[in-house]
């Protein structure tokens, strides 16, 4: 059986596939344990490395542009990789619509996390 | 002079010279550059800039131009070696007038260039400009104070004189992005755009005819991926001057510029417009470019 951790980590990956998939960008997030979360198709450019589960969360609970911008600059989470295509990323997530269902699956994979 | 005026252009503007020197080119020149050959590097593309700004305002030798935020003085001081003019460079900053002034000094052109820290409101020449230029200042101006900052511009300007206003500009319409609250709130306090259609109005309104404008929005993409570049290769100094915080805010904001440039998000426009009187404007653009260019030969950077 799983322990906690372990469960946090398969739900918090759960999330970022979900946001992938709606952003379809080249870009990669690392977890805080070192899962690495690449998006469904292709090689990715860039990866946003977590640290920890609380960044992680609060990043999450309400993703947009400003919020990753003051936690990268606050060195919050890091950035490898080619950082044009990271902002180009964040870009997507003003203009992300997604539909009630998805929405369900993120907020459920969140509480999880 | 306004305090928060003051205060906005000094959060930005006075975080230290060195540091702008990791990634700007030789001549500090922090506005778009203007890649006229295509394999042009950093330093010749914001000579050219420098070239095609002068050669728009058509200026001539004894005339008097005006550079509104004027910056580390790189225009200024160009204008007066290459073009004969003479230059009142005015900026809001006490570290880019202090370096401005000591480059007129070197350039033995402390004769023809004279620097002020000053407001843009509080210019009050004995008689007016022929020609004036204002390269980057727009944005933060502020969208309240436009009316007010083209007037000033009219009232300093002599009839038939040129203006020549180098500016990003948002969509038309464009909602505001939380990237802009970015900006606002760790770059540019005080910062503002405007889309092309209320400054292209805004200067007509004061009362001037427009009689150019030439969008240089791939060109200003290129120029703050090369910053970032530069100062993604001098990360570590960057780091021992302004500290971790600040080298990564201004790779966040210089890159997602960058984007926001490639991606048609923003633009950067160049308006040019006459104080109506007797009209010296040519009546084609040869004039601009039929000159051969004077910029020196490109250099690796």
Not at chain 2, 79 to 101: D, F, K, M, N, Y
Not at chain 2, 159 to 180: D, K, Q, V, Y
């Amino acid at each position: 059986m799983a322990t906690r951790s372990e469960r946090r980590i398969a739900a918090a990956a759960r999330l970022v596939r979900l946001v992938l998939d709606g952003l379809d960008v080249p870009l990669a997030v690392r977890l805080w344990d070192g899962t690495l979360v690449a998006p469904a198709a292709g090689a990715p450019r860039v990866t946003l490395a977590f640290r920890s589960r609380r960044v992680f969360r609060r990043l999450f609970a309400r993703p947009t542009p400003l919020r990753f911008g003051e936690a990268f600059i606050a060195s919050e989470i890091d950035l490898e990789g080619d950082i044009f295509e990271a902002l180009r990323a964040t870009h997507r997530l003003e203009d992300a619509r997604w539909g009630l269902g998805t929405r369900l699956a993120m907020w459920g994979a969140w509480l999880r996390t | 002079m306004s305090r928060r005026a003051e205060r906005d252009v000094a959060f930005h503007y006075d975080v230290s010279n060195e540091f702008y020197a990791l990634f700007l080119d030789p001549r500090m020149v922090y506005t778009c550059a203007y890649y006229r050959r295509p394999d042009a590097g950093l330093a010749t593309a914001q000579e050219d800039k420098l070239e095609l700004v002068c050669r728009k305002l058509q200026l001539a030798p004894g005339e008097r131009l005006l550079d509104l935020g004027c910056g580390w003085g790189a225009l200024a001081l160009w204008a007066a070696e290459r073009w004969g003019v003479e230059v009142h460079g005015v900026t809001l900053s006490a570290a880019q007038a202090t370096w401005a002034a000591e480059a007129a000094r070197r350039a033995g052109l402390a004769g023809r260039v004279r620097i002020e820290r000053a407001d843009w409101r509080d210019v009050a020449p004995e008689k007016p400009y022929d020609k004036i230029a204002a390269i980057g200042l727009i944005e933060h101006v502020g969208r309240a104070r436009h009316p007010a900052y083209f007037a000033q511009v009219h009232r300093l300007l002599t009839p038939g004189g040129l203006f020549l206003n180098h500016g990003i500009t948002c969509r038309a319409g464009a909602r505001r992005t939380s990237e802009m609250a970015f900006l606002q709130r760790h770059v540019f306090p005080g910062g503002e755009l405007a889309p092309l259609d209320a400054i292209v109005g805004g200067i007509e309104r004061a009362g001037f005819e427009i009689v150019d404008v030439e969008d240089l929005r791939p060109h200003y993409a290129r120029t703050t991926r090369q910053w970032v570049e530069r100062l993604q290769a001098n990360a570590e100094r960057a780091r021992a001057l302004v500290g971790e915080r600040v080298y990564r805010t201004y790779l966040a904001y210089l890159a997602g510029a960058s984007v926001a440039f490639d991606e048609g998000w923003i633009a950067l426009h160049q308006v040019v417009a006459t104080r109506r009187g007797a009209v010296r404007t040519p009546a084609t653009r040869e004039a601009v470019y039929a000159l051969p260019w004077r910029t020196t030969v490109d250099r690796a950077s």
